[in-house]
């Protein structure tokens, strides 16, 4: 059942949602989010929104790397 969910597919995968001794927050997934407030600063070039698919294919470093390639690329527009 594990190996079956690559993506939380929130909305969906029911199979994952039926435990009725758990509230909708503690099922195998959720469409509940995790939310984290951070104050931006200055020094901040970027905010990257995305699933977790990402992250498997990018490290932090490697996603920005790519992000700030893009940006360069754009100024030779």
């Known amino acids: 059942m594990d190996g079956d969910l690559a993506v939380s597919r ?4 029911f199979s ?3 435990a009725t001794h758990l509230s909708d927050k503690q099922q195998r ?3 509940l989010p995790d ?7 200055p020094l901040d070039e970027v905010l990257v929104l995305a ?3 990402l992250w498997d294919v990018f490290s932090s470093e490697e996603a920005i ?3 700030r390639s ?3 690329a754009g100024d030779e527009d």
């Not at 929130?10 to 995968?13: I, L, Y």
């Open 35 to 41: 939310i984290k407030v951070v104050a931006r600063t």
């Open 70 to 72: 893009l940006f360069l």
């Open 16 to 18: 994952f949602k039926q």
């Open 65 to 67: 790397a790519e992000i």
């Open 51 to 53: 699933c977790d698919g």
């Open 29 to 31: 997934v959720t469409a």
């Open 10 to 13: 929130a909305f969906g995968d």
